[in-house]
């Protein structure tokens, strides 16, 4: 319990210290927000006001200890381009952000977990040597280009699944389906195959460890030998590249956003820095930098939980 | 019958011979003691013998013959008798020849094994319950429940203070003699006719070693297991064994009872062992050792392969022709053309035949 607190505590320090370089954004890029927001509609007696309005014209420190005030409320200012609040606006692009993340990672584990497994235990066969280098293939793939070679067998030509495009989960699961599989299935092999060669070598490397062979001293099944003294072990390792994996997916993976016309956090940052719409750039990077705190949260979580050495060693 | 026989057993890797028909048995409630240096091949005789080592990795021959079982309370005489001198077996069972799931069904029920570092050979994520009990519910079709129970009072056999606690432990949280003793309750959980002991204490403290030893010593007393004890430290081998193999290049050089093998060993590579053993108070501080290193199992000599080494080489047979193990005395087997007969009593006819 005690390690679960610290763990926590020393994530929400880590996510105040995101607050404070969000906040430096602002303040350190060129251009004074409120003119952009303005454009060609400058008038000296309205950027006074709006000015003070939002705030820019009080001392740096006032304004941080603000800007946290209202961020804990769930107030994370007003879209420069829009006029909506920041919050509604993210928490609108969430749910297509998070869904494609967890779909795309399911297609990665789906995809790693037993190929990865099966290229170890077959190691130095022809099978191994295949998965290795179709697996080096998806590392190096571009992800625009597999989806454009997606897009142009399962829509082009085959005409199975929409080219584009997304409708919510709660709304119609199986056109969300049907929507994301092709953006899922260009994350999820690319993360699929990185996870394939970690997972690989993991497995490779347990299945040496002594204490295999004492549990083959021990006349297990080979199915108990492999379930509980080497997949359980190999997978400790695995857990952190998968956490990382998933985290990038959530931070927005903006390429695919794009080419699949996805309207999650990644397409909503690169618009908003392209208005230079600083509230909406601020709040996406807090709301990404928490996520990812908390994947890493929940991965540290789960290390402790199958490996009763780590409590120890923090 | 012996509880444990390794007949001609031959072991090859690639193009490394590691063994080169070696053979020995143990008897039930006996010690055996195999000595060598490291690459002599005394792990891989028990290892091969099991199947934890064998094919496609490697190429096996020969005969690893486990005896009846001692609980089962057979007499010698009988219908026994006749049956070994027809049946090469005598009612045991070739592990070689058998299949895997047969051989499996075989290690941690009958044949119990305990490796050399205590803190590596048990798995770092599970629990010491888990590890006790899973081979009872394996063979013994125990209940969690009831393996629970068996592995409580295992843990206390073994001499863990405060089983209940150590149960629900993890390797780490344990000192390296407490997991050795965990390893030798796993061992003999399914009270097995062998246990055999790969270099059990070689990781440890000395003050703990000896404990371990002790700690085996009486439980193959009360439990009558035949023990195989592995180990590069004649000494430790001389204060357990009731009889010694020694072990080089892949074959038996030297092979008596202990006493003789101590008091009249002949191997020049025996001589070696026990000149290079660490004793206490040897002033100096040096450690006496044997020049050289073991042959290369790719590419072995033509005449003896211990003739690089060698103190005594004085045949011209020796850089030939390799010697055969012959006895020196009744039960005592000497490979060497150099060795001389320690007492000169003359070879029995029905011994060399």
Redesign the interface.
């Not at chain 2, 499996?104 to 029920?109: F, P, T």
């Not at chain 2, 590596?120 to 629990?127: A, E, F, H, R, V």
């Given at each position: 319990m005690a390690f679960v607190l610290r763990r926590v505590g020393h994530s929400l320090v880590v996510l105040l210290g995101v607050t404070v370089v969000v906040f430096a954004l602002v303040h350190l890029v060129p251009g004074d927000p409120v003119r952009i927001a303005m454009g060609t509609r400058y008038d000296p007696d309205v950027y006074a006001a709006l000015r003070e309005a939002s705030g820019l014209d009080r001392p740096l420190l006032e304004q941080y200890v603000a800007y946290l005030g209202s961020a804990l409320t769930g107030d994370l200012g007003v879209s420069f381009r829009s006029g909506e609040p920041v919050t509604t606006i993210l928490l609108s692009r969430l749910p297509a952000t998070v869904s494609l993340a967890v779909a795309g990672l399911v297609v990665a584990l789906v995809v790693a977990f037993p190929l990865g497994v099966y290229s170890a235990l077959h190691h130095g066969k022809a099978s191994d040597v295949i998965v290795r280098i179709v697996s080096q293939v998806g590392v190096s793939v571009p992800d625009f280009w597999m989806a454009m070679l997606l897009i142009l067998l399962f829509s082009s030509t085959l005409g199975w699944l929409p080219p584009s495009g997304y409708v919510p989960l709660t709304e119609d699961p199986v056109e969300w389906a049907r929507r994301v599989a092709m953006p899922a299935v260009t994350l999820g092999l690319v993360a699929g195959s990185i996870m394939t060669r970690y997972i690989r070598s993991s497995v490779l490397e347990v299945l040496g460890a002594d204490h295999v062979r004492t549990a083959e001293s021990k006349g297990l099944r080979e199915r108990v030998v492999l379930g509980r003294h080497v997949v359980r072990n190999a997978l400790v390792p695995v857990l952190t590249i998968v956490g990382v994996q998933l985290a990038t997916m959530l931070g927005g993976v903006i390429v695919v956003e794009v080419v699949f016309a996805w309207p999650g956090l990644g397409r909503l940052v690169l618009d908003a820095v392209a208005a230079r719409d600083y509230p909406v750039v601020q709040g996406a990077v807090l709301l990404v930098a928490a996520m990812f705190l908390l994947v890493n949260l929940v991965v540290d979580l789960l290390y402790a939980r199958v490996d009763p050495r780590i409590k120890v060693s923090r | 019958m012996p509880a444990l026989s390794v007949q001609d057993l031959h072991v090859r890797i690639k193009d490394a011979q590691i063994l080169r028909g070696v053979s020995w048995s143990v008897e039930h409630g006996q010690t055996l003691g195999i000595v060598g240096e490291s690459g002599s091949g005394k792990s891989m005789t028990v290892l091969a013998a099991?199947g934890?080592v064998g094919p496609p990795l490697a190429q096996v021959t020969g005969r690893a013959v486990l005896g009846a079982p001692h609980s089962s309370g057979r007499s010698s005489g009988g219908p026994d008798g006749p049956a070994s001198a027809t049946l090469p077996d005598g009612g045991g069972q070739d592990l070689l020849t058998l299949s895997p799931a047969g051989r499996?069904?075989?290690?941690?029920?009958r044949i119990?094994?305990v490796?050399?570092?205590p803190a590596?050979?048990?798995?770092?994520?599970?629990?010491v319950e888990?590890q006790l009990t899973?081979?009872l519910e394996?063979?013994l079709g125990m209940t969690r429940r009831a393996a629970r129970g068996r592995a409580l009072e295992l843990l206390e056999m073994v001499g863990i203070p405060d089983p209940e606690r150590r149960l629900r432990a993890?390797p780490?949280?344990l000192s390296g003699g407490m997991r050795q003793r965990v390893?030798i309750a796993?061992a003999l959980s399914c009270d097995p006719d062998v246990l055999i002991a790969d270099e059990a204490t070689t990781a440890l403290d000395v003050t703990i070693q000896a404990q371990i030893i002790d700690a085996v010593r009486d439980l193959q007393e009360r439990l009558g297991t035949a023990v195989v004890w592995i180990s590069h430290d004649l000494g430790v081998v001389g204060g357990l064994a009731d009889e010694v193999v020694v072990l080089y290049g892949g074959q038996v050089v030297e092979q008596a009872d202990v006493l003789t093998l101590f008091a009249q060993r002949s191997h020049p590579y025996t001589e070696g062992l026990f000149a290079s053993r660490p004793r206490l108070g040897s002033a100096g501080g040096h450690l006496t050792t044997i020049p050289g290193s073991p042959p290369d199992p790719r590419s072995l000599p033509a005449g003896c392969v211990f003739y690089d080494r060698c103190t005594l080489r004085s045949d011209p047979r020796c850089a030939t022709h390799r010697p055969e193990l012959v006895p020196l005395a009744p039960g005592h087997l000497v490979r060497s053309f150099c060795a001389t007969p320690v007492r000169d009593a003359p070879l029995d006819p029905e011994e060399t035949a």
């Open positions: - | 099991t934890l499996r069904a075989v290690r941690g029920r119990g094994f490796f050399q570092d590596t050979s048990l798995n770092p994520i599970l629990d888990r899973e081979g394996e063979h993890y780490h949280e390893m796993i």
